[in-house]
């Protein structure tokens, strides 16, 4: 009795960080997924704190590995219903099974080969793992009935927590080159090999809801709009936003955008930032001759910042980078379109009740509170990020951005310029030729 | 006093080789092996928790072992909700409508509720069998399947009570079922 008392004495201690709830934070579960002819074969590592609710038996506060057979059949029989996998929408059932536990020095994770000829090899008994430490190894094997099937996976271990618990997984096609992914638990199933159209509905989509719920982009928007009393005008303006937030949209996706951690906080404090230029240039009394090239210099900016929402879902692309990426944007003109369509006639009522310069300076001025307060608080955030050491490589890179923007800029003035020239030299023709009456 | 990590973990093993040990007739078993496993970790962990409950002084209810954690009431109460809602789920079965009690009720109260939890919970498996351990619930804004919902109730039980050991040591009390 006494050395029981004195074991949980020492729990006060073993549970001294208990919170709320002692949970496991940020785990993560590695997969493999290989396909071939006529089976699928699901690998995967669960680190043991996930499965904390099966009874493997522990001695000397180590897994009794040898006496593990019956708590490693009940842990299979229950992951069977933590991974589920499908092929054409029908659910996939495993027809063999075998898992084992591993300690945490086990590196046959590297490679399929190794990880699923280590889930099938029954453990060692005299391997030591500590009470929660390590993994447990299962290798199922399904029966498919194509391997051009579009096939979809999702893990239901420990959905209460979320993204605090995630599947990694490697997919190796029969004839196609292996994709990564990373998945939450509990998120709707995943396609490892999805179909062209589904990947480019899926984006088109996911561009809808970014920019529909990406409040910062529409208020810059607003105020891109805010002074514009004809549609005509607002062509150039809407164009340049459009074409400048798809060139780093798609540079990102290419990797051709700095990568490291400051780059989105940065991004963000950048968003502000036009908010509250082009809402105060809208105070101070904006040329709208030249607001193309502020939507256009600033939609740069908002393009890397679709990008960053858009980074983790392209692993879901398969392997349609390009369509998808496509589509997203497809997505993004299509709610920036349905934005305008309410903001637009919004604006008109709105001039009907105010006189136009005092409405553009009141609604500019709400603006620029809101954007003033972002541009406060993503500066604490870009003030914590570990700034990177310019090397020559930065500078050069640096370098080649501005050279491209400048490019850029320079072509859509000198286009501008010539359509406006060409367009004049036309109206000319018509005034002398008497078809149109001369401008007074 | 304060032990080695590698102490500390082999104690905390301690308690989960009893769960163990309680567990593994059932795991021979071929046929539900999944249901059979939640009622005989319920039979276990039911007597610990309650036990465990009861042990604690009425007025150590409102004891934290830290600033950011709970009381001993709001875990009482923690153990009891997450139990109507997960064997209720789990189960098929309704969850009783049942007066709102706040964790800082009285401890005859709070123990009540959780005793009342747990029976609820014995009632709702006793039925229980494999042939639907695939299907999905829905916990809050959780979807998950059947086993999984197992699997985190069982999980969960096993932390509560290495948290309620925590909060007796804490008060110099150890749990009953660790004196026998």
Known sequence: MRSMAALFLTLVLACSSVAAHDLPMNSIMNAFVKVEPRQMDLVVRVPLDLLRGVPFPVKDSQYDVGASGPAAQLALVLLEDGFVLSGDGVRLTPSSSSGRLSPPTDRSFESYESAAALADRPPDPPTRIFYDKGSFDVHFTYPISSPRSVFKIQTQVAADLGSGAMLTVRYLPVDDSSRALIINSGAEPAALNPAWYHAAGGFIVLGIDHILTGIDHLLFLFCLVIPFRRLRGLISVITAFTLAHSITLFASAFHLAPQGAWFPPFVEMAIAASIVYTAIENIVGANLRRRWLVAGMFGLVHGFGFSNALGQSLQFAGSHLLLSLLSFNIGIEIGQLAVLAIMLPGLVMFRRLVPERTGIVILSAVVTVIGSYWIVERWQVLNQVQWPRLDPDDVVSAARWAAVVLIVFAAAWMLSKWTAHKLHRRIKTLESAGRVERAP | ?180
């Not at chain 2, 071929?30 to 465990?52: C, D, M």
């Not at chain 2, 007066?99 to 709702?124: H, M, W």
């Not at chain 2, 985190?152 to 008060?171: E, I, K, S, V």
Request: hydrophobic share 40%; with cysteine.
């Open chain 2, 1 to 180: 006093m304060t032990l080695p990590l590698n102490a500390r973990l082999r104690d905390l093993a301690r308690i989960f080789l009893l769960a163990g040990l309680g567990c593994v007739p059932v795991l021979a078993q071929e046929k539900n092996q999944v249901s059979n496993f939640v009622r005989v970790a319920l039979a276990e962990r039911s007597k610990e928790i309650l036990a465990a409950t009861v042990e604690m002084p009425a007025d150590k209810f409102n004891f934290k072992p830290s600033p950011e954690g709970m009381t001993f009431g709001q875990l009482t109460l923690h153990v009891a909700v997450g139990n109507y809602l997960y064997c209720s789920k789990i189960g098929g079965v309704a969850e009783p409508e049942l007066p709102k009690i706040n964790d800082t009720e009285p401890k005859d109260k709070l123990v009540e509720r959780v005793k009342a939890s747990f029976d609820f919970c014995t009632a709702a498996l006793a039925k229980l069998d494999d042939s639907n351990k695939s299907e999905t619930l829905v916990l809050g804004d959780t979807k998950t399947s059947r086993a999984m919902a197992i699997l985190t109730l069982t999980g969960t039980w096993n932390d509560h009570f290495a948290m309620q050991t925590t909060y007796l040591q804490a008060n110099g009390r150890v749990p009953p079922t660790a004196k026998n």
